[in-house]
């Protein structure tokens, strides 16, 4: 689960609830976006993906254009520098679904990996495309009670998966 309070500034703070969280003590229980972010910086792999069955968290995510996927050297480009990216299953307030014992965003995850998410067909899902292969597949099928965010924490690289 996800929650956003609202602190006494009017900024918002994020967390993720664990299974074992109490959602009316989440300060105590939870784990903060801020959290998130200290840890994730300690790290050493360049490339993290963050998939997240839980409504997005007050997590300020940057948004790039990016790389047109065409250009020559556009997979060495992207995976050459650090990429520290998330997708939640939801925005704010929104509760996920789940269907046939499992989020319809970890169903539509699945799906994406497989290639339906290779929007340029060259072999490869990177973590955009599948952010952006989620968003409507899901708001869909969730009658858009749900739709997944995402974006970067950290770097301007891209995650990416081989499709078979």
Same mark, same amino acid.
Request: charged share 20%; with cysteine; proline share 4%.
């Given at each position: /689960?996800?929650?956003? @309070? ?10 993720? +609830? ?8 989440? $300060? !105590?229980?939870?784990?903060? %976006?801020?959290?998130?972010?200290? #840890?994730?910086?300690? +790290?050493?792999?360049? /490339? ?5 069955? =839980?409504?997005?968290?007050?997590? &300020? ?8 996927? !065409? ?6 480009? +992207? ?6 990216? %998330? +997708?939640? !299953? ?5 509760? *996920? %679904?789940?269907?046939?014992? /499992? &989020?319809?965003?970890? /169903? ?8 339906? =998410? ?5 072999? *490869? *899902?990177? =973590?955009?495309? #599948? &952010? ?8 869909? !099928?969730?009658?858009? $009670? ?11 690289? @891209? *995650?990416? $998966?081989?499709?078979?």
């Amino acid at each position: /689960h996800g929650q956003t @309070e609202t602190l006494p500034d009017g900024s918002e703070q994020g967390y993720i +609830i664990p299974s074992d969280g109490d959602v009316t003590d989440y $300060f !105590a229980t939870a784990i903060s %976006m801020e959290q998130v972010r200290s #840890l994730t910086r300690r +790290i050493p792999a360049k /490339h993290l993906l963050y998939l997240m069955d =839980a409504c997005y968290s007050g997590l &300020g995510f940057s948004r790039s254009g990016g790389l047109d996927p !065409a250009i020559t050297g556009y997979i060495e480009k +992207i995976t050459s520098t650090r990429a520290v990216q %998330m +997708i939640t !299953a939801g925005g704010k307030g929104e509760q *996920v %679904m789940e269907r046939e014992g /499992h &989020g319809i965003f970890t /169903h539509y995850i699945l799906r994406g990996l497989d290639g339906e =998410a290779d929007r340029d067909n060259d072999g *490869v *899902v990177t =973590a955009s495309e #599948l &952010g952006s292969f989620l968003k409507p597949q899901v708001s869909r !099928a969730s009658n858009n $009670f749900q739709t997944p965010q995402y974006g970067h924490l950290d770097g301007e690289g @891209e *995650v990416v $998966f081989i499709v078979d």
